[in-house]
């Protein structure tokens, strides 16, 4: 089993470019998040998806935007890339709301923006 | 806001001693505390989890603690192993509405052999 694949796994950007990263589960799971990254900062929400057509902002939402047009997809784009926005980028999906449930994570896209 | 503490945010010990890492949480409303293992190159992986009803829970040499009363919750790694060299993650979270889960900032655990 893929389990939950990311793509691309690394990506060097210019500030003010724009690009998106894919996140695919083959688990049938409703629910999916994405997450970021970084040192001593834990795990972080940017925005998450309850099922297909919908979304909802996290913790960091702010210049991210996402859709999940297929229940096992869920995209995440950067319409303008900014140095603080340098990270480790990780989706991850759960058959029950992640309160109470197991999360399934992808193995990460690391970003870089100059 | 909400946050999640985690101690030590590095822990050396050598094969075959216990490791010990430690999480308080501040929302007394989170009721599910898992604990996830990253290895190099990978995304977090849940290797045990307890909810809010249970002091405790064990699985082979991983233990989880949970005291409700002073919001603290640890992870016991018993006769550790070098595979055991990962970054550890507490979180917290609550089913009472909404997405609320709360990660601490990582705890990476080196075993020397």
């Known amino acids: 089993n893929a389990g939950v694949t990311q793509t691309p796994k690394f990506r060097v950007l210019k500030t003010g470019q724009s690009m998106t990263l894919l996140c695919a589960q083959d688990?049938?799971?409703?629910?999916m998040y994405w997450y970021r990254q970084d040192p001593g900062m834990g795990l972080r929400l940017i925005h998450y998806s309850v099922g297909e057509g919908t979304t909802a902002k996290g913790e960091v939402p702010d210049g991210y935007n996402v859709s999940r047009l297929k229940k096992q997809n869920f995209l995440l784009g950067l319409e303008s890339a900014a140095p603080s926005q340098t990270s480790v980028y990780f989706c991850?999906?759960?058959?029950?709301?992640?309160?109470?449930?197991?999360?399934?994570f992808g193995e990460g896209s690391r970003l870089t923006v100059l | 806001g909400e946050n999640v503490e985690q101690h030590p945010s590095t822990l050396s010990v050598q094969e075959g001693d216990s490791a010990v890492i430690k999480c308080t949480y501040s929302d007394s409303a989170s009721n599910y505390f898992p604990w996830y293992k990253q290895e190099l190159g990978k995304g977090p992986q849940l290797i045990i989890d307890i909810r809010s009803n249970v002091g405790e829970k064990k699985d082979q040499r991983i233990a989880v603690t949970l005291n409700k009363t002073a919001k603290h919750f640890s992870l016991h790694i018993t006769e550790t192993q070098p595979e055991d060299s990962a970054v550890y993650f507490c979180a917290a979270s609550r089913d009472t509405g909404g997405f609320k889960t709360i990660f601490g900032a990582g705890t990476r655990l080196f075993v020397k052999a």
């Open positions: 688990m049938n799971h409703e629910y």
């Open positions: 991850a999906s759960s058959l029950w709301v992640a309160n109470t449930g197991e999360l399934f």
